[in-house]
């Protein structure tokens, strides 16, 4: 066994699994899913089109169905599509392909800021490309001097960037991103739109696909109410396509999986929309109700989720809400401006409900 782990990847060393949180909740405001609100019919339309499946043959390969009910959802073609178990496997994909290191760079470079999602971090470097990443500003948006002086200094080959991000709810502003993407000229800038569908303006930088070369989007039905299927998507030119497709596991996504997917994009249109509006509104009622709790305060947010400043330390806060078995994401290990910061995932009215009455006693 030791001679076989000194063939393991070194980058591994430093690495450990990625595990949520064990344990029995009453209460999961964790993980950004959203709460399980769809009606009988459409849980017996996903089950009847499941039935239909064929069992016995692999998935289509191209998942040509999914590819095209995804390319009319959001105005591309086909060829502009990319499915992934998950955005999770198009990030690792990403990064397995667009590796050549620049310049003089030891390896290939990601760029992205901080906090924000942590599989890119995560995937890049199980990969061996060095990650770079530059803190949101105080308002946690994009900080664009830092940005524009690590680009000039150490050339990126990706530049991710989560809008709404993800633990802080909030947009880059347009302009800021646009600079962006143009200083990051050679590189691939991807925008991480998983939870574009709870917020105000979900077509504003759809403009920057269309208008720069090295701009790709990427999506998840994850967040809006089909975590279990594991699909993402991504948007890119059709050449980058050609080769990402080279490298993506032929069978990638189950049938099921392509299935439904395609039944909650062309047959749930309302049906997504009425979950949305119905976070949306709790995401607001949520707000205001913490707006009058001393000692919090809720940054507004255009996601699914809170981002709550507490006076306490986010972990006592955090250990006081699970003893009243509600399990929140605590930011309190990262130290430094995020001692004091908990993510809350928008649930159903009486998760939502028990959670404020929770904090209220612990707060
Ligand atoms: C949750 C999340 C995803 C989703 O990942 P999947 O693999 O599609 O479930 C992607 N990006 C961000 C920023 C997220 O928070």
Redesign the pocket.
């Known amino acids: 066994m030791k001679t076989l782990m000194e063939l393991v990847a070194p980058e591994l060393g430093a690495l450990g699994p990625y595990v949520p949180h064990a344990g029995r909740f009453a209460v999961r405001l964790d993980?950004?899913e959203a709460p399980p609100l769809f009606s009988p019919e459409t849980r017996a339309l996903l089950g009847e089109e499941a039935a239909r499946c064929a069992w016995e043959r692999y998935p289509d390969a191209t998942a040509s169905e999914l590819r095209r009910a995804i390319a009319t959802h959001d105005g591309v073609t086909p060829e502009e599509v990319v499915v992934?178990?998950?955005?999770?496997?198009?990030?690792a994909l990403l990064l397995t392909v667009l590796r050549v290191p620049r310049g003089a760079a030891p390896s290939a470079r990601l760029l992205t800021t901080t906090p924000?999602?942590v599989?890119y971090r995560l995937s890049a470097r199980v990969r061996g490309v060095a990650v770079m990443e530059v803190p949101l500003d105080s308002a946690w948006d994009l900080a664009e001097e830092s940005l524009t002086r690590a680009v000039e200094m150490s050339p990126p080959n990706l530049v991710f960037i989560?809008s709404?991000?993800?633990?802080t709810g909030t947009m880059a502003t347009l302009e800021r991103l646009e600079r962006l993407i143009q200083v990051a000229e050679g590189a691939l800038v991807v925008l991480?739109e998983?939870?574009i569908d709870y917020a105000a303006s979900p077509n504003a930088q759809r403009a920057l696909y269309r208008k720069y070369d090295n701009v790709a989007i990427?999506r998840?039905?994850?967040?809006v109410g089909f975590?279990a299927l594991?699909?993402?998507w991504l948007i890119a030119a059709p050449a980058l396509c050609r080769e990402l497709e080279k490298a993506r596991l032929p069978y990638n996504l189950a049938t099921v999986s392509q299935r439904l997917a395609t039944v909650a994009l062309t047959r749930l249109a309302e049906e997504r929309a009425r979950l949305a509006a119905s976070v949306i509104g709790e995401r607001e009622r949520v707000t205001a109700a913490l707006g009058g709790l001393a000692g919090v305060t809720a940054t507004p947010s255009q996601a699914n989720f809170l981002w709550v400043r507490t006076e306490l330390p986010a972990g006592e806060v955090f250990q006081g809400l699970a003893e009243r078995g509600i399990l929140v994401r605590s930011f309190h290990e990262r130290g430094g401006r995020l001692a004091h910061q908990l993510r809350v995932t928008i649930g159903t009215p009486s998760e939502n409900d028990a959670f404020l009455a929770a904090l209220a006693e612990v707060t």
């Not at 998840?220 to 967040?223: H, P």
């Open positions: 993980a950004n992934g178990v998950g955005s999770d496997e198009l990030i924000t999602f599989m989560a709404p991000n993800n633990p991480d998983a939870y990427l998840t039905l994850s967040k975590a594991r699909v993402g």
